[in-house]
């Protein structure tokens, strides 16, 4: 099992900066996966970004070239260095992790932080 807690989130101009961390109340060197999700009003949740053990990233096409996804082992913790914000980037944004176990895999969510792009 993993507990998760989000950080980071706020309120930021069009155009600003935000960085949101995931701290795991464990070793994340072992999970073989961990990204972030966001939920806007009234829409689905969605895949931001996610990474494997194998240090593969992937990126929606809607953040890619802005978004960059960063794990550090050493402390536990996944960061999401969201640049060039804007308005559509409004959501609830979740850290996950997934954790592989004899026969299956388990899911982990974080509780979520807001993150708020409006002038």
């Known amino acids: 099992q993993v507990q998760l807690v989000e950080s980071g989130g706020g309120l930021v101009q069009p155009g600003g900066s935000l960085r949101l961390s995931c701290a795991a109340s464990?070793?994340?060197?072992?999970?073989?996966?961990m990204g972030w999700y966001r939920q806007a009003p009234g829409k689905q949740r969605e895949l931001v970004a996610a990474?494997?053990?194998?240090?593969?990233?992937n990126y929606s096409d809607s953040v890619k070239g802005r978004f960059t996804l960063s794990r550090d082992n050493a402390k536990n913790t996944m960061h999401l260095q969201m640049n060039s914000l804007k308005p559509e980037d409004t959501a609830v944004y979740y850290c996950?992790?997934?954790?592989?176990?004899?026969?299956?895999?388990?899911?982990?969510w974080g509780q979520g932080t807001q993150v708020t792009v409006s002038s």
């Open positions: 464990r070793s994340i060197f072992s999970i073989y996966a």
């Open positions: 990474t494997t053990s194998g240090d593969i990233t």
């Open positions: 996950h992790a997934r954790i592989l176990r004899l026969g299956g895999t388990d899911d982990y």
